[in-house]
């Protein structure tokens, strides 16, 4: 199997959506309201846009290592 791609998600807190992006996927920005959603996307995209692309692919099987990053504050309770 191949080195998985890596793809990037950060959460938009204006936009309340995943935004994922890739350095190994060229033209890859997409975006969902939830992982489950975004990877489902992703399923789709990565093989699509690698075919687009012309990227030598070695088998059907395309893994790929989504990486998110949210930011959020936790608020302590006043004693």
Partial sequence: MS????IRAEWDAEASVWVA????????ITEAETCDALVKK???MIP???????????SDDIPFQL?????AVAHRKAC
């Fill in 3 to 6: 080195k998985p791609k890596i």
């Fill in 21 to 28: 992006t890739s350095d190994d996927v060229p033209g890859l």
């Fill in 42 to 44: 992703l399923q789709v």
């Fill in 48 to 58: 699509e846009l690698l075919e687009a692309n012309g990227a030598t692919v070695d």
């Fill in 67 to 71: 990486l998110s990053e949210l930011t």
